[in-house]
């Protein structure tokens, strides 16, 4: 799969400490084994002068108070809260200057968020996508991006997961309904 890295962004997804790090709330043990695929997508597409761009799941303490349903935290517990240790992105996955980096408070980092104003302003149209979790965060702000009229395209080998079928799951979904999806070997950049 051959993308023209002037309309190309690599998409890293919530890889933070959260549900990366043994320590985290949300830890999933093919989260934290996703983070070299994940770096090794950022190096390769800030050397071939692509985009990059990472996001942060970040909760306010007092975000679902108020709500009337959607309520992550009593769905999954308190987790990457707003200033905390948890909500950081993870050491190996370093952002520069020129990467944008998305606060979002959603499973969605097209929701209420600055990102497709930003890939519309740098002429971004293919987006690789990789991170965690591959059935939620990642599943979401792909299809989004599909919903939007870019081009979203998993890295199968670089998606975290709490569990295998839900995985795979996300995958073929994606595949079937609005996307596309490929492994790190099959991506270059031309």
């Known amino acids: 799969m051959e993308l023209d890295p002037a309309q190309t962004a690599l ?5 933070q400490h959260g549900f990366c790090h043994p320590d985290g709330s949300l830890y999933a043990p ?3 084994a996703a983070t070299e695929p994940c770096a090794e997508l950022v190096d390769r597409a800030r050397q071939a002068g692509a985009k990059v761009v990472f996001t942060r799941d970040v909760h306010p303490p007092d975000q679902f108070e108020d709500t009337h349903y959607y309520d992550e935290f009593d769905r999954w517990g308190e987790h990457v809260v ?3 240790w948890e909500a950081e992105l ?5 952002p520069k200057d020129e990467d944008l980096v ?5 499973y969605d980092a097209f929701y209420q968020t600055e990102l497709e ?3 519309d302003a740098h002429g971004v149209k293919d987006l690789a996508i990789c991170g965690t979790l591959a059935n939620v965060c990642v599943l979401h702000t792909a299809s989004s991006a599909g919903l939007r ?8 080998d670089a998606v975290g997961y709490i569990e295998q079928d839900h995985r795979e799951y996300a995958l073929e979904h994606a595949d079937w309904l609005f996307g596309e999806v ?8 031309a």
Do not use: N, Q, Y
Not at 102 to 106: A, L, N, P, Q
């Open 11 to 15: 998409v890293v997804v919530d890889m």
């Open 82 to 84: 707003e200033d905390s």
């Open 117 to 119: 104003g930003w890939l």
């Open 30 to 32: 093919d989260s934290e």
């Open 182 to 189: 490929t492994d790190r070997d099959e991506i270059t950049f």
């Open 90 to 94: 993870v050491e190996d996955l370093d």
């Open 149 to 156: 009229d870019f081009r979203p395209i998993l890295v199968e």
């Open 102 to 106: 998305v606060v979002k408070h959603t």
